[in-house]
């Protein structure tokens, strides 16, 4: 059986089925005012009861702030004006029993909010018909007993689980939990993901299957679900867990540790992501920021260019989650091996070295005036900064920048609001760039090392060809010297210098690059906690002194043997 | 009567947490609050009401406020979208 891994982990125990009642219509229409004042005291009551039994929740269990702030919104929709005062007018003028009434109104909330286009709001409709059944419960007095102690080694399977469910979970016993319905934002999800209890959701129907005492496995990162497992699959996943649980233990370590290096240098590590979805990750693994963020998931799967106010959508929306982190934005990188179904770009004999990139850009001024205005509206909304890919002389610099500064001047005219004082840099991918970083270091506020095609460039080695893939070496001396000359450059004329290609993400290379002066590097988020380890446990003198040697060393075998050594 | 325009510093908007804080602030005033978005207007005395706008970070509310007490209100409810909300 298959659900949504909302909280990873790997549980192995025994189930626990949670049956829940559905509320249902009475259908008796009141006819005297009498009953009608009668319904309208018993709803009242109803509410003031179960006010007092969240709040009595709230003050026996020793919550942390988040879930405390839970249980207060849900104290506040209890007290909600716009509940009471729909439910006594469906009393009044309808004649209904205050138990249909509220179930109506509540079903009409839960519309209004299943219907939002945010997936966050969405979630909220469960609170809302969490709070409902909370007060019709306490509306008919029935004194549903509710289990709250298990058995050690207890997986709770159940329908959903309400929020305060979820948060009086008995987490001593209560090893995992797997739900009918839910996602990623629902409550439930979002207790265990804090708690640390392995939890699947969304598991549809399937799950009533499961018998009470059912032996379970349950892997929270996959979704996976195994009901009455053989024996081999039990210690499969018993090695798993293990596994698991050391490597949890360990990452979680180093989320909120700085990347500083033991002799006190600060390294930056941040992510390179292709959309807002992408961030939860980057800060799982502890990253500070995007050090690039590609642009073409924007451009890909569709028929026609993106306009502008779609692209400003996408870039606010990365901007709105970054936490106030930097994010790098590199405007469109096609061409090459990179091509849009609806821009028809003519076949060449050598894309790599052909129209692409900054130079489409620069030749179509619509489709990059459309994407840097998009994302100078955008930058309002977080710290974002340009980057132009593919750049290979100053000349082209000086186009991009004066575009940007065209695309400033039309919102301005338009009185559209931007951050006019945006940072704007280079990659430098292109050999001849490297070359000359001292040059083109005087036109930009920073350089990105792009370690893939700087390396595919420098040797004349084609990276998606095998028969030529030992060639693709970036421990080339040849790349590396250019590789230092660019950080060397940027230290000399002040301005911030960055890498984000996988070398960025290589372990093996991190003391090299630290040695020769790099402090900012941008990788997967998964890769993130390796690189940190290495920096942490290192010294910065150290690092200089590995590049010192390796600046002495001919050949790449040599010097990957030696830094293999410090691995 | 005062009114207002705030943009929404808080990223996620106005979710459950900073909406319960927004609601207890405003009940803890004579005035009467209210909040707008779109031509549509609701009592700050109703979390529903007020999540079913669903304010999201960067969009602009208008808030009105009406009574003996505006002045301190006001000045609650600058704090609450200008210094609160942004460290969410």
Redesign the interface.
């Known amino acids: 059986m298959k659900g949504i891994g909302v909280s990873p982990g790997i549980a192995i125990g025994k189930a626990f089925v949670i049956q829940k009642k559905e509320p249902s219509f009475i259908g008796i229409l009141l006819t005297t005012p009498v009953e009608k004042v009668a319904d309208t005291i018993r709803f009242d009551a109803a509410i003031k009861r179960a006010i007092h039994e969240v709040e009595q929740l709230k003050s026996t269990l020793s919550l942390s702030e988040e879930d405390s702030?839970?249980l207060?919104?849900q104290i506040?929709?209890l007290?909600?004006?716009?509940?009471r005062g729909n439910v006594i007018d469906k009393i009044e003028a309808q004649d209904k029993n205050a138990n249909d009434a509220l179930l109506e109104v509540i079903a009409g909330?839960v519309e209004?909010?299943e219907s939002?286009?945010?997936d966050?709001?969405r979630a909220?409709a469960a609170?809302?018909k969490d709070i409902g059944n909370r007060i019709l419960k306490n509306l008919n007095q029935s004194a549903e007993n509710k289990q709250t102690t298990f058995e050690p080694g207890t997986i709770l399977i159940a329908e959903d689980l309400s929020p305060s469910d979820a948060i009086t979970l008995d987490v001593k016993n209560i090893i995992g939990f797997a739900t009918q319905i839910g996602s990623q934002t629902s409550h439930a999800a979002i207790i265990a993901k804090a708690k640390g209890i392995p939890a699947v959701v969304g598991c549809g129907s399937a799950l009533i299957e499961i018998k009470n005492g059912d032996a379970i496995i349950l892997d929270g990162a996959t979704g996976l679900l195994v009901v009455n497992p053989d024996k081999e699959s039990i210690n499969q996943h018993i090695t798993k867990r293990d596994v698991f649980k050391e490597q949890a233990k360990h990452l979680k370590s180093l989320k909120d540790t700085p990347a500083i290096t033991t002799d006190g240098t600060r390294i930056k590590l941040s992510a390179n992501i292709s959309n807002a979805g992408d961030w939860p990750a980057v800060f799982e693994n502890g990253g500070e920021g995007a050090g690039l963020l590609r642009t073409e998931l924007l451009f890909m799967g569709r028929d026609s260019f993106p306009r502008e106010d779609e692209q400003f959508e996408f870039y606010?929306q990365v901007a709105?989650?970054?936490?106030g982190n930097p994010v790098v934005v590199r405007t469109i990188d096609i061409g090459g091996d990179k091509h849009l179904s609806y821009f028809n770009l003519p076949a060449e004999l050598n894309p790599f070295l052909g129209y692409r990139a900054i130079r489409i850009c620069l030749d179509q001024k619509d489709i990059f005036i459309t994407q840097l205005k998009a994302i100078l509206r955008a930058s309002v909304?977080g710290d974002l900064k340009i980057m132009f890919p593919m750049i290979s002389n100053i000349h082209e610099i000086r186009l991009a920048k004066n575009i940007l500064e065209e695309a400033k001047a039309i919102l301005r005219q338009d009185r559209v609001s931007f951050k006019a004082d945006i940072k704007a840099g280079i990659m430098i991918e292109v050999p001849s760039a490297a070359v000359t970083a001292d040059l083109l270091a005087k036109e930009v506020d920073f350089f990105s090392i792009g370690t893939n095609d700087l390396c595919q460039y420098t040797l004349a080695a084609d990276r998606m060809n095998e028969k030529i893939a030992h060639l693709y070496d970036p421990f080339n001396p040849a790349v590396l010297r250019l590789i230092s000359f660019v950080i060397e450059q940027g230290a000399k004329q002040s301005i911030h210098v960055g890498m984000c290609g996988e070398m960025a993400g290589d372990p093996l290379a991190t003391l090299l690059l630290l040695g020769m002066g790099l402090k900012d590097f941008s990788m997967s988020a998964a890769l993130i906690p390796a690189v940190k380890q290495v920096v942490i446990d290192n010294s910065w003198e150290k690092a200089k002194g590995i590049w010192e040697r390796v600046k002495g060393m001919h050949d790449s075998k040599d010097i990957i043997e030696y830094l293999t050594e410090f691995n | 009567m005062i009114t207002n325009n705030y943009t929404i510093l808080a990223p996620q908007g106005i979710h459950a947490r900073p909406a319960t804080m927004l609601i207890k602030l405003a009940k803890g005033f004579k005035s009467a609050i209210s909040i707008k978005k779109d031509g549509k207007t609701v009592k700050l005395n109703s979390m529903l009401g007020l999540l079913s706008l669903n304010i999201k970070g960067g969009e602009t509310v208008a808030v009105m406020i009406e009574g003996e007490d505006q002045v301190e209100a006001e000045r609650a409810v600058n704090q609450f979208f200008n210094d609160y909300l942004k460290d969410l």
């Open positions: 702030a839970i207060d919104s506040e929709l007290n909600d004006p716009e509940i909330f209004v909010f939002m286009d945010d966050y709001m909220r609170d809302i606010k709105l989650h970054s936490k909304f």
